[in-house]
């Protein structure tokens, strides 16, 4: 009886390999999978990057780079070398992204808030990756003019096919900004890996306009990737109340806020701008009403999902999901929603090296967790 009473114990162990514990199986339209939590105990993470030796890099908002090694263990000290960062409301360490040539540069690139002349705003800086920490760290950006509200800095960072990047940002919750071509706010900026302004760059040759825009009209912008058939930079941005948009993303271009927008105000729900089109602003691919508050966003390129090759995934910050959209060219198809209540506040989601899906949760003991085919 003693040895059967020891067998039933061992029977309601969750069964785990080292320190990932397996957890229950999903089946979505096209696939079933298993989501394995690797990391857990961050402070917020909010941008992860892949070194080439298999380890992870991921930020923490109250300003900490951590790295995860090989087999899943975060270590404990964060890295050194960063530049000044505030924890300010919504602002604090954002993304982080590797050169697209960084075994030959070791050049890591982070965008964050940081205190300056008149505030606090979106700023991204590049370190070298020397012995596990940040040397040589140089400033590249500096959103001007900075403001002392806490809201909307973005950012996500992105390098094209031509080695230029790409800087998302938000309007700094001061809305009017988004359409000042004088002001960095609300806007994408682009440039070159060392931080000059491209010479083809739309606004560099217009007077009073500053010439690192991209585009306009971008209300906060906390997910962007390259679309893997055209190399186009699509985007998503947070509407206010309703209204959250996908973008193809192109020089020049309005998208609009807070002019036009499929959205309301907070509370009152009254209209903000001029309703939901106007002549010479874009109009996106697809919006959501109600809000999903959408963050991070990869499309899928790899081959354990063979199903999802192609489609785009976004995470969602409210109802705590992940939404898969599958695009013919330009126009969605479909949409299915994942994981909704399982893992919290999605705030991240890349491609993995190794073909599977990775996820980051927004919570003071957020995990880094993976998305796993079941055979």
């Not at 105990?41 to 909010?46: N, Q, R, T, V, Y």
């Amino acid at each position: 009886m003693q040895h059967m009473h020891r067998c039933l114990i061992f029977l309601l162990i969750p069964f785990s390999l080292g320190c990932q514990t397996v957890e229950p199986e999903f089946t979505s339209e096209e696939h079933r999978f298993r989501v394995v939590t690797l990391v857990q105990g961050l402070d917020h993470p909010w941008g992860l990057a892949f070194l080439p030796d298999g380890r992870m890099l991921v930020t923490e908002r109250p300003g900490r780079l951590r790295l995860v090694d090989s087999t899943g263990h975060l270590q404990e000290q964060p890295i050194a070398g960063l530049p000044p960062i505030a924890q300010h409301g919504q602002g604090g360490l954002l993304d982080v992204a590797l050169h697209p040539r960084f075994p030959e540069t070791r050049w890591i690139y982070l965008s964050y808030a940081a205190r300056g002349d008149g505030g606090i705003g979106t700023e991204v800086a590049r370190g070298q990756w020397l012995n596990d920490r940040l040397e040589n760290v140089q400033v590249l950006y500096t959103q001007q003019p900075k403001s002392s509200t806490g809201r909307h800095f973005g950012s996500r960072l992105v390098f094209d096919r031509q080695g230029y990047l790409y800087i998302t940002q938000g309007d700094r919750g001061e809305m009017e900004r988004a359409q000042k071509l004088d002001d960095l706010a609300g806007k994408i900026v682009r440039l070159h890996d060392d931080g000059r302004i491209p010479a083809d760059n739309p606004f560099v040759h217009r007077a009073g306009a500053r010439p690192e825009i991209f585009s306009y009209g971008n209300r906060n912008v906390q997910g962007a990737a390259l679309n893997p058939e055209t190399g186009e930079l699509w985007a998503h941005e947070h509407g206010p109340q309703g209204g959250d948009e996908i973008n193809v993303i192109r020089a020049g271009r309005n998208y609009g806020w807070p002019v036009i927008t499929y959205g309301v105000n907070y509370g009152t729900g009254a209209p903000i701008g001029e309703g939901a089109h106007k002549a010479g602003m874009e109009q996106p691919l697809h919006y959501w009403v109600p809000s999903i508050a959408p963050s991070g966003m990869a499309f899928y390129t790899g081959n354990r999902f063979p199903k999802w090759r192609g489609d785009l995934f976004v995470g969602a910050l409210r109802d705590e999901m992940l939404v898969r959209l599958s695009f013919e060219g330009e126009r969605k198809v479909h949409e299915e929603r994942l994981l909704k209540g399982v893992l919290g506040r999605i705030r991240d989601v890349r491609n993995g090296p190794d073909g599977f899906i990775y996820l980051l949760t927004d919570d003071f003991n957020g995990v880094i967790a993976r998305l796993e085919p079941v055979d």
